[in-house]
């Protein structure tokens, strides 16, 4: 009975001990990177640069546009070669139009990557950097609403914002 019971004492002092180093806390990663106004230049950026890849593609669709009306409207005027050759013009310039598109999208995407990323590590490393400070040995992202439950003590998020100095 005795070994029961020491064992049982044991088990919740080893239990006691282990939860007590393990500290959890929590930060909206997403709401911080918004917070940095290095992103405000970043996302800036992206819009100079998918306001003119836009312009570029209109220009694209403009020109298909055109060679399709011009097909329609001298169809009848010309010979069945000449048809077959401004149909092959107008599906050139709709292959155009669709690897412009994923062209496009690949660029974007590659420069929000390269902005971005500095960006993310400065922030992970201020993260870092508050939780070693405060002993947490878990944070958790709650960007997506995935902690139900949680002290508000557990959030760094003021302590991010004082080590990046925002506001």
Do not use: C, W
Not at 29 to 35: G, K, N, T
Not at 54 to 64: C, G, R
Not at 128 to 147: C, F, H, Q, R, W
């Amino acid at each position: 009975m005795k070994y029961y019971y020491l064992s049982g004492l044991l088990s919740v002092l080893s239990f006691t001990a282990v939860k007590a180093q393990s500290k959890t806390g929590y930060v909206n990663f997403q709401e911080l990177i918004l917070m940095m106004p290095e992103t405000k230049v970043a996302n800036d950026s992206l819009s100079v640069l998918e306001t003119r890849l836009n312009s570029d593609l209109q220009d694209l669709v403009k020109e298909y546009t055109r060679k399709v009306k011009e097909l329609d409207s001298l169809g009848s005027k010309l010979s069945p070669v000449m048809i077959e050759t401004r149909t092959s013009e107008i599906r050139n310039a709709e292959a155009n139009i669709q690897r412009y598109k994923e062209t496009a999208a690949q660029t974007l995407n590659d420069k929000e990557h390269a902005l971005l990323a500095p960006i993310m590590d400065k922030a992970k490393k201020a993260l870092k950097a508050v939780a070693n400070e405060k002993g947490y040995t878990l944070v958790i992202d709650n960007s997506k609403d995935a902690v139900l439950v949680s002290a508000e003590t557990d959030d760094l998020m003021p302590a991010v914002k004082v080590k990046l100095g925002l506001k």
